[in-house]
């Protein structure tokens, strides 16, 4: 089936420090890939997105790469702040008919001054 | 304006009472999404609808059942809460023409005791 697994949490680094967060992904079919981010108390956010294969998405000095050779979507930062810690959600979607979104499990990161 | 709203954002309720989640959003959207994220931070999708006709419909207990009266409002409405339905549940809208971004509320805790 069609699924979305990104590394174990926490991940706890120093302000300015170099961040990588994996996500693979197995999909029957050509999927658009995401990565929402979730801030304490609060709903997700749309933090980038790719369509098809070598697309790389950015926001916020994030950055993510469709991998189709190694069905992955890693998310970069080059340099953390504190107000990066949150949550963040690795998702596909496969269906432009139900819009239907499969997400990792999540990963915690906590950036410390 | 909050694009889309969720009420009430806390609800702490006995075991077999019937609850229900309000869901607006005023973004124009055509699509609304229910998803359920448990202690885990696991987030899985319930139901959608598309103007106001269900096309999303998860494998999930016939005790929940959404309601979608117009395109901007979709409801849940859940029937003998069990201490397994303890969660949050996140309300999303989105179009499906835009690659499937989705916006998501705040969410509600709900609590059974």
């Known amino acids: 089936g069609n699924s979305v697994t990104q590394m174990e949490g926490p991940v706890t680094l120093s302000e300015e420090a170099f961040l990588t967060i994996n996500c693979t992904y197995t999909?029957?079919?050509?999927?658009?890939l995401f990565w929402y981010v979730q801030y304490p108390g609060e709903g997700l956010q749309l933090l980038l997105k790719?369509?098809?294969?070598?697309d790389k998405g950015s926001n916020k000095g994030f950055e993510a790469t469709y991998r189709k050779e190694t069905t992955s979507f890693h998310l970069e930062k080059g340099s953390v702040q504190v107000s990066d810690s949150a949550v963040y959600f690795c998702?596909?979607?496969?269906?432009?008919?139900?819009?239907?979104?499969?997400f990792g499990q999540g990963t915690t990161l906590q950036v410390k001054p | 304006d909050t694009a889309v709203s969720q009420t009430p954002k806390y609800l702490v309720t006995q075991m077999g009472n019937d609850k229900s989640i309000k869901c607006e959003q005023n973004?124009?959207?055509?699509?609304m999404y229910w998803y359920k994220q448990d202690s885990k931070k696991f987030l899985k999708i319930m139901f959608s609808?598309?103007?106001?006709?269900?096309?999303i419909n998860e494998t999930v207990p016939n005790r929940f059942s959404p309601k979608s009266p117009d395109k901007a409002h979709l409801n849940l409405h859940i029937n003998s809460l069990e201490l397994g339905d303890s969660a949050v549940y996140f309300c999303?809208?989105?179009?499906?023409?835009?690659?499937?971004?989705?916006?998501f509320g705040a969410g509600t805790r709900l609590s059974v005791l």
């Open positions: 999303a809208s989105g179009s499906l023409d835009s690659k499937n971004i989705q916006y």
């Open positions: 999909a029957t079919g050509y999927p658009s």
């Open positions: 790719a369509t098809k294969a070598d």
């Open positions: 998702a596909l979607s496969l269906s432009s008919n139900t819009g239907k979104l499969i």
């Open positions: 973004l124009g959207h055509d699509t």
């Open positions: 609808y598309n103007n106001k006709e269900l096309i």
